[in-house]
């Protein structure tokens, strides 16, 4: 079973209506974002969508603020290319559809992962002595792991143990009690020795000479004070045969994420089968250099094949890089979002099916002229940066790459067909298009984002698309 499309309509970042189209087998997906262009919201759609399963989250808290019409999550699935579409939605009105027991199941065995979590094995634990990972392990990782001779969740077990604790004097419910606690031990220690054996397979592909080491004595019951003792699991760390007493305050930052990562993903591995697996990785490899981050390539290939991958990245190299190492076999579909803003609202940039002017006549005919500015602009700046970049012009050099202005590359252009009419060879624009550009850049593309502008005619806006295109056209 995989995902085949993504709808979101005025969820968090997203103003407005966008769709992800993931084709009927169901691709993988990696995505290069800046930073406030939706990414990050596209991961909590996805995660939210599947949490509302089990009552976790409503809808309305995570409504767009720009808009006030109301929005939903759309998954479209299929179990293969042949097989029926289904569709479940999530929104303020529609609240049952995700009770669905495949997405129940899909919720209880995702992995949904950003750099956030990772922090919590190590950089949570720095003012103290050693790293405790009980909660995690516990209350997250592998709650939903499922014992196969109860038949019942690592949470069910941990709630029976939980208070009201008996009366001091009552034998037999605490001799009950300390049954419970000596089988969730049981049950735990079983589970945390099958978590370490594959963590310490998956940090190996990091090629470091660590082996770590989750230490549980088993909790006990104090009668004297009512109270649960002895709730540690101890991360141990040896690097190269040698116990590191403090490693989280000893070790680097990759050699501590690819611990994380290693846990993470050990615990993943070990959930319940579902039918459909979802495993989402948000900006989760910061904290690795690039030579740490390909082995990760490698252990989603090698450990998660049958896994519907969502990778995010603000980093447009690494995303460069993982295009390349993902192009063949027509498993994954690369896609880039963008952040744009105007003086009354931000908007993720994002044309999938149809491109950047499609977009902004979109937006025109819903009445939205600033976010059909943001898309004219977008296609305008486009055309000109890859036809700058294609034809290797030389473009006016900035120490902060941030501060390359849409100017440089227009002017760019303009000095190479000065080039091209002087040495009597064709122009690469007519004189008209560029008098047109230049107006419609000083008069639409730039003001129509500003609240201060409310009274451009349709038709104008209409012509500017119109201009930009037949840049387009006469660049190529």
């Not at 005025?10 to 992800?20: E, L, P, T, V």
């Not at 792991?145 to 009201?164: F, G, H, K, M, N």
């Not at 890089?321 to 908007?347: L, M």
């Not at 005919?365 to 294609?390: G, H, Q, V």
């Amino acid at each position: 079973m995989r995902i085949t499309k993504i709808e979101i309509k005025n969820f968090r970042a997203f103003c407005g209506a966008y769709q992800i189209d993931l084709h009927k087998a169901g691709k993988n997906l990696l995505i290069y974002g800046e930073n406030g262009s939706g990414k990050t919201s596209l991961y909590q759609a996805l995660k939210n969508f599947l949490e509302s399963s089990d009552g976790e989250h409503q809808f309305k808290p995570h409504q767009n603020i720009f808009n006030s019409d109301a929005g939903y999550i759309k998954l479209h699935l299929r179990t293969d290319a042949q097989s029926k579409q289904d569709t479940y939605e999530w929104s303020e009105t529609v609240k049952d559809e995700t009770n669905d027991q495949l997405l129940i199941n899909a919720s209880r065995t995702k992995g949904f992962l950003d750099y956030k979590d990772l922090l919590e094995t190590h950089y949570l634990h720095r003012e103290n002595d050693v790293v405790n990972v009980l909660d995690l392990l516990v209350k997250t990782l592998l709650a939903n792991t499922v014992s196969r001779e109860t038949d019942r969740s690592l949470a069910e077990d941990w709630d029976s143990i939980q208070p009201p604790f008996p009366r001091r004097g009552a034998t037999t419910q605490i001799t009950a009690l300390e049954r419970q606690i000596e089988n969730f031990n049981n049950e735990l220690a079983g589970r945390l020795e099958i978590l370490q054996v594959k963590t310490s397979e998956i940090l190996r592909k990091f090629g470091y000479n660590i082996a770590l080491d989750l230490n549980f004595h088993g909790l006990t019951y104090n009668k004297d004070n009512k109270t649960l003792d002895n709730q540690e699991i101890l991360l141990k760390v040896k690097f190269f045969d040698r116990d590191i007493p403090e490693h989280h305050r000893f070790l680097n930052e990759a050699k501590l994420s690819a611990i994380a990562i290693a846990i993470y993903f050990s615990s993943i591995l070990i959930q319940p089968e579902s039918d459909l697996r979802i495993l989402a990785l948000d900006d989760v490899l910061i904290g690795l250099d690039m030579s740490n981050r390909l082995p990760v390539l490698d252990i989603l290939e090698e450990y998660f094949e049958d896994y519907q991958i969502f990778l995010t990245t603000y980093d447009k190299a690494w995303y460069e890089i993982v295009k390349q190492r993902t192009s063949h076999g027509g498993k994954w579909k690369a896609v880039e979002f963008y952040f744009r803003q105007t003086d009354e609202y931000e908007i993720p940039v994002y044309a999938e099916n149809k491109a950047y002017l499609d977009k902004a006549r979109e937006y025109l005919e819903a009445n939205d002229d600033k976010a059909c500015a943001i898309y004219l602009r977008t296609a305008y700046e486009m055309i000109i940066e890859e036809f700058c970049e294609s034809k290797q012009l030389p473009v006016k050099y900035r120490r902060d790459p941030n501060k390359q202005y849409t100017q440089d590359f227009w002017d760019a252009i303009k000095i190479e067909n000065k080039k091209r009419i002087e040495h009597k060879n064709p122009a690469l624009l007519a004189q008209k298009l560029i008098d047109d550009i230049e107006l419609y850049r000083s008069r639409i593309l730039n003001p129509l984002s500003h609240a201060t502008i409310t009274t451009i005619p349709k038709k104008e806006i209409e012509d500017t698309i119109e201009a930009v295109e037949n840049l387009g056209t006469a660049l190529g």
